[in-house]
């Protein structure tokens, strides 16, 4: 298939193209001009340098050329002008303040509604017949216990998650109103090897191989990990199944209490270390609760590959 990628230069857009590319696919990264040095070791057969701003301009012109080839997408990319119009597949991962103070930005986060609007008339303009965004389980907000998939009522506490919910609602009708199916992959917590690891895995592994405590809160809330490679192959399956369609729920479907989790980071890290549970207060009614539901993934015939301590090992 040929597919474009919104957001290919972040932690899971720059796996996905990976994941993509390896399986056979041509693959199209959209990237902000800022983030042009980035692409070096993209793998991708095309990159286009275009501002969120003007995603809908994606097809204003054509470019007919050749790709570069699949042995040669090591090299400096060829900066093309607009793709042709028969793509298949449109991923749209980029996303403005994804961390931090912007999360409860609400401009920042509305400016988000109308990207995922221009992205979805530039995947009509280049012929995608899907559209696949990416959701997060911060749409719930804090759900206690299993979080079936189409049933649990969303409640988002910050800005964030209901900008997400936003985008699904409103990008569904578009897409219906467009003739192109639309997949909602709700994304839990992935990890794998990055650069200046902000989560809390990163945090812990850090902390232990400076030889420092983790100060942590109870970690009592469940949690699910998912390592990054699982991710790719889930939302892979999501690009080529005709079927898929809707919401899905992207975890690893083993959940357990987030201490049980940390504590075996600590034993594939520095066995005996001392972590500090209950040293941070946490706020009950902003603890997410991790525990998705995952048939309709399932059903697609995914299964998790990695188990959790053989990820840590790889971080």
Excluded at 40 to 56: A, T
Excluded at 222 to 232: K, P
């Amino acid at each position: 298939m040929r597919i474009i990628i919104t957001g290919a230069t972040g932690f899971l857009g720059k796996a996905l193209c990976k994941e993509l590319t390896e399986n056979g696919h041509e693959v199209t990264a959209i990237v902000r001009p800022e983030s042009a040095e980035k692409v070096k070791d993209l793998e991708v057969s095309r990159v286009i340098e275009l501002p969120l701003e003007e995603l809908d301009s994606l097809t204003e012109q054509e470019d007919n050329r050749e790709p570069e080839s699949h042995d040669s997408r090591k090299r400096s990319k060829t900066r093309l002008g607009e793709p042709p119009k028969d793509y298949d597949v449109f991923f749209h991962l980029a996303w403005n303040g994804s961390g931090g103070e912007a999360r409860n930005d609400y401009g920042v986060q509305l400016g988000n509604l109308r990207y995922m609007e221009k992205a979805l008339k530039a995947a009509k303009g280049c012929g995608c017949k899907k559209f696949i965004g990416a959701g997060s389980q911060a749409e719930y907000g804090v759900v206690h216990g299993k979080a079936p998939e189409g049933m649990t009522a969303p409640n988002p506490f910050m800005m964030y998650g209901a900008a997400k919910l936003a985008c699904l609602h409103m990008g569904r009708v578009l897409a219906e109103q467009l003739g192109i199916a639309f997949v909602w992959p709700r994304i839990y917590s992935v990890y794998g090897p990055r650069k200046n690891d902000p989560t809390l895995l990163g945090y812990v592994a850090q902390s232990l191989r400076e030889g420092k405590t983790p100060e942590l809160s109870a970690c009592e809330n469940m949690w699910d990990f998912m390592y990054i490679t699982d991710f790719t192959r889930a939302m892979r399956l999501l690009s080529e199944n005709p079927e898929a369609e809707g919401v899905y729920h992207v975890a690893s479907g083993d959940a357990r209490k987030l201490r049980e989790f940390v504590e075996l980071e600590r034993d594939v890290i520095k066995p005996e270390a001392e972590l500090k549970f209950g040293a941070r207060k946490a706020d009950e009614k902003r603890t997410f609760w991790l525990e998705p539901e995952i048939s309709r993934l399932k059903g697609l015939g995914f299964q998790c590959e990695v188990p959790f301590a053989q990820g840590i090992q790889l971080l």
